[in-house]
């Protein structure tokens, strides 16, 4: 048969894109649709803890085929096969991009990552050929000719040790390394441990997270986990003990009721973090002096202003507003700067401003004190920020050599702006009723 065209390249990961239908969800419109999706159901910040721990693994590589509005040297890709890994990577390098309630986790461990630029595809041509191969990655064994996964037995011989071996004896170290538990004590405990830790109502109670093959963490804050696993300890202890090996699951569950009842606790749940010191990576020493902090990615991206264009129903503004949060700051800041300027055209004239009027004039001192954003020393630095977008984006657009190449001053104007923007938008709302 003849052979389907397929292309091995490296590419930049800035010119890959994740699918916005893949089977693993609904159609979504925008990147940041799938990556809130894929973080809170697929499981990519596991990933990507794993992945600033080990790499990537060096048996996969990426499928993508080719956006069709793009070709030659500007050509952008879409993420066939390795959606998860790519969001992955891409909220590595940049944590700006990730959901907000996911920032601080991506940032800590982007901390410990040195960003990967470029990653190995594999560009698809044919669908068919394209889709011969997902079915065979994903369709399970489809009779021996996609992928067979291990069975528990297959799965014990390859670790050694089985799953619940390795979770008590994670347990115990991590009790044993906090007092709660003496070397003495421990002997001839395991059994008992692995008795109780084997029932997932019980390390659900305890808030440990099994997830990954390799280490045993946990996701209850670390004065949550100590109170239970204090207990825990002390009920097997104790002279005429709770916990013994000699207990059915049926009451391994009831005492696991029991326990998370237990008083004092705060009751939250955390991103899983590791039970016992990480020992994967040698510590870094520590630097002399700070390290120097991380330029910004992209333009600042505020939900409540999101949400307001919704309200406004403004088209135009909603894709503006995305297109210039979501384009490469450090690569395109003479292109954002002219978004920049031409979004603020185009808000102040749904405001009421008049075409002969430019944004800066129209928002006076006193239209700014009037949206109670504060005194007029107090609002000069928004006035000093609309003008340089203004001056940026003129000075770009008609001046033949000169342009805004000044990244990190125009994402601090309109980080400054977020509120004026809100109250532009209430305003241009007013307007049309």
């Not at 990933?47 to 050509?75: K, N, Y």
């Not at 990480?278 to 020493?285: A, L, M, Y």
């Not at 977020?418 to 307007?431: H, S």
Request: proline share 6%; with cysteine; charged share 30%.
């Amino acid at each position: 048969m003849l052979e389907p065209r397929r292309i091995e390249r490296t590419i930049s990961l800035d010119r890959i894109f994740l699918h916005h239908e893949n089977p693993r969800h609904e159609p979504y419109e925008t990147q940041a649709q799938v990556i809130e999706y894929l973080c809170g159901n697929e499981e990519v910040p596991q990933l990507a803890r794993d992945i600033t721990r080990h790499g990537l693994s060096p048996l996969d590589r990426f499928g993508v085929v080719r956006d069709h509005d793009t070709e030659g040297s500007d050509a952008t890709y879409i993420a066939a096969e390795g959606n998860r890994r790519v969001c992955a990577l891409k909220l590595l390098n940049d944590p700006e991009l990730a959901p907000p309630e996911r920032k601080a986790f991506f940032e800590k461990q982007a901390a410990e990552w040195s960003p990967i630029a470029e990653i190995p595809c594999v560009i698809f041509e044919d669908q068919a050929d394209l889709d011969l191969w997902l079915k065979r990655r994903h369709h399970g064994a489809a009779g021996g000719t996609g992928q067979k996964p291990w069975n528990a037995d297959q799965k014990a011989r390859h670790s050694g040790t089985s799953s619940r071996n390795r979770i008590a004896l994670a347990f115990l170290d991590y009790a044993e390394g906090d007092g709660l538990i003496s070397a003495e004590e421990r002997r001839r405990r395991l059994t008992t441990v692995q008795r109780f830790l084997s029932n997932p109502v019980m390390r659900e109670t305890l808030g440990l997270d099994t997830s990954d093959p390799d280490s045993v963490s946990r996701n209850r804050t670390e004065d949550d986990f100590r109170l239970l696993s204090r207990q825990f300890i002390s009920d097997m202890l104790s002279p005429n003990p709770k916990v013994t090996s000699r207990k059915d699951s049926g009451y391994i569950e009831a005492y696991a009721r029991e326990l998370s009842s237990l008083g004092g606790q705060s009751h939250k749940r955390i991103e899983a973090e590791p039970l016992g010191p990480d020992t994967e990576k040698p510590k870094r020493r520590r630097r002399s002096r700070p390290g120097k902090a991380k330029p910004p990615q992209r333009l600042p991206w505020r939900t409540d202003v999101a949400d307001a264009l919704k309200v406004l129903g403004n088209w135009k503004l909603q894709n503006l507003y995305h297109s210039i949060c979501d384009v490469s700051l450090p690569e395109n800041t003479p292109l954002l700067a002219v978004g920049a300027w031409s979004f603020f055209e185009t808000l102040t004239a749904a405001a009421g401003r008049n075409p002969d009027t430019d944004f800066h004039s129209f928002l006076s001192a006193n239209r700014l004190m009037g949206y109670s954003l504060g005194t007029k020393q107090q609002i000069k630095p928004l006035r000093d920020a609309l003008q340089r977008i203004l001056h940026y984006g003129n000075t770009t657009k008609h001046h033949d050599t000169a342009a805004a190449f000044n990244g990190d001053q125009l994402h601090n104007d309109m980080d400054a702006l977020g509120d004026l923007i809100v109250k532009v938008i209430e305003d241009a709302n007013a307007q049309k009723k």
